[in-house]
């Protein structure tokens, strides 16, 4: 089954402990991304990587913290540093700069 | 000024009515242009895409792009309450051509 998977659905997270969330696709992608949402928003860039071992800060990296060892995986942490980690998290995959992004089913973290 | 932004509504209307839905963005130079559809707890799918001046058409689904006034906008005919969903504007903004969400418009359609 080809496509974008992230896992798990549903986190809870208590105060004080770091969270990864996974993102893995197989459509040989080489730029991916991660969004949060938070209720009644748009979408904010967390980190994005267009190439693996390379990755960049997006609008609000801070407390979060990712990685891209291989071409299909790309995880999130979310860090104790990050105050506010209630969210809808959603990663995404585009095939290049100008095409459109395809998401995942979405994380739903809290804190409990 | 917000770099993509979107009336948040809501918007409701009747069913078999045309839903109009706009978005301004503020890079002169942003090349691609998104409507995702969003339900209640899922994530966006895509819906249109458009990257030159003008309409697109796909089904009941009309793109309109003016890169003049930097306008983009959906256009939904014979709406139905299936369409009833929050609708995310996308532009890809900056040198990195990153793809920039405005804040959604949530649309209702009345049976």
């Known amino acids: 089954d080809g496509g974008i998977t992230q896992s798990p659905k549903y986190l809870f997270r208590k105060e004080g402990q770091n969270v990864t969330l996974s993102c893995e696709q197989n459509?040989?992608?080489?730029?991916m991304y991660w969004y949060r949402q938070d209720p009644g928003q748009g979408l904010r860039l967390i980190y994005y990587?267009?190439?693996?071992?390379?990755?960049q800060k997006g609008d609000i990296a801070e407390g979060y913290s990712v990685s891209r060892e291989k071409k299909e995986s790309f995880p999130l942490t979310v860090t104790s540093a990050q105050k506010n980690p209630t969210a809808f998290y959603l990663c995404?995959?585009?095939?290049?700069?100008?095409?459109?992004?395809?998401f995942g089913q979405g994380t739903r973290l809290t804190v409990v | 000024q917000k770099e993509v932004e979107q009336n948040s509504g809501p918007l409701s209307v009747p069913e078999g009515a045309i839903a109009s839905l706009n978005c301004t963005y503020s890079?002169?130079?942003?090349?691609?242009f998104f409507w995702y559809r969003q339900y209640s707890g899922k994530s966006p799918e895509l819906i249109m895409s458009i990257y030159s001046n003008g309409d697109k058409e796909d089904g009941r689904f009309t793109a309109q792009l003016n890169k003049a006034s930097q306008y983009v906008s959906l256009l939904i005919r014979d709406s139905q309450p299936s369409d009833s969903a929050t609708y995310l504007c996308a532009v890809t903004i900056g040198s990195a051509r990153q793809l920039t969400f405005g804040s959604g418009t949530q649309l209702t359609v009345l049976p």
């Open positions: 890079d002169r130079v942003s090349q691609s």
């Open positions: 995404a995959i585009r095939d290049s700069l100008n095409t459109e992004a395809f």
């Open positions: 459509l040989n992608h080489d730029a």
């Open positions: 990587s267009q190439i693996v071992n390379d990755f």
